[in-house]
């Protein structure tokens, strides 16, 4: 059997932060995605689904995200009921996260930039001191092989002993 859940959406409001009577916190919010396709008027709609976190991680919830904050939710589906004052059964349905990603700085939440992207820095943000320490670096590692330069540029010939092969 399986019960995974991915989500990545938009807090709706602060998040909720209580403590059982054994002191062990649990956070609630809600968390709107935005479904892949428009309504016949055009509108893009979302869901809103409940979400509920325990222990730690719903201390760093509490303290870091807000109305509007980016966040991708890891966890499974989980249904329970309780009796109503009035009475009746009631059912709920929400998500247990079992991991909670910030996916924007804390500051950029819901400011958005003129470039279209939420928190980007704007510039070069190595400024000039890092991008010649970068350079040292490089000259620091002749003989090996960045990951991002392809290794069989230049001579078409690599250079294999009968040691190296696996076989």
Same mark, same amino acid.
């Given at each position: 059997?399986?019960?995974? +859940?991915?989500?990545v959406?938009?807090?709706?409001k602060?998040?909720?932060?209580?403590?059982? #009577?054994?002191?062990?916190?649990?956070?609630?919010?809600?968390?709107?995605?935005n *479904? #892949?396709?428009?309504? $016949?008027?055009?509108?893009r709609?979302?869901?809103?689904?409940n979400?509920?976190?325990?222990?730690? #991680?719903?201390?760093? +919830?509490a303290n870091?995200?807000?109305?509007?904050?980016l966040?991708?939710?890891d966890? *499974? +589906?989980?249904?329970?009921?309780?009796?109503?004052q009035?009475?009746?059964? +009631?059912?709920?349905?929400?998500?247990?996260?079992e991991?909670?990603?910030f996916?924007?700085p804390?500051?950029?939440?819901?400011?958005?930039?003129d470039?279209?992207?939420y928190?980007?820095?704007?510039?070069n #943000?190595f400024g000039?001191?890092?991008q010649? $320490?970068?350079q040292?670096?490089?000259n620091?590692n $002749? %003989?090996?092989?960045?990951?991002d330069?392809?290794?069989?540029?230049?001579? %078409?010939q690599?250079?294999?002993?009968?040691?190296?092969?696996?076989?």
């Amino acid at each position: 059997m399986m019960n995974r +859940v991915v989500l990545v959406g938009r807090l709706t409001k602060d998040p909720e932060l209580r403590y059982t #009577p054994n002191g062990v916190a649990v956070a609630t919010f809600t968390l709107a995605v935005n *479904r #892949p396709f428009s309504s $016949q008027s055009g509108e893009r709609e979302a869901d809103f689904i409940n979400c509920v976190v325990w222990r730690k #991680p719903a201390e760093n +919830v509490a303290n870091f995200l807000k109305k509007g904050s980016l966040a991708g939710v890891d966890g *499974r +589906v989980q249904t329970r009921n309780y009796e109503g004052q009035d009475g009746k059964r +009631v059912y709920v349905t929400e998500i247990l996260a079992e991991s909670v990603q910030f996916l924007e700085p804390k500051n950029s939440s819901g400011d958005r930039g003129d470039n279209g992207s939420y928190g980007a820095p704007q510039g070069n #943000p190595f400024g000039n001191s890092n991008q010649n $320490q970068r350079q040292n670096n490089n000259n620091n590692n $002749q %003989g090996y092989t960045r990951v991002d330069e392809d290794p069989f540029a230049g001579s %078409g010939q690599i250079d294999i002993s009968d040691d190296d092969l696996p076989f």
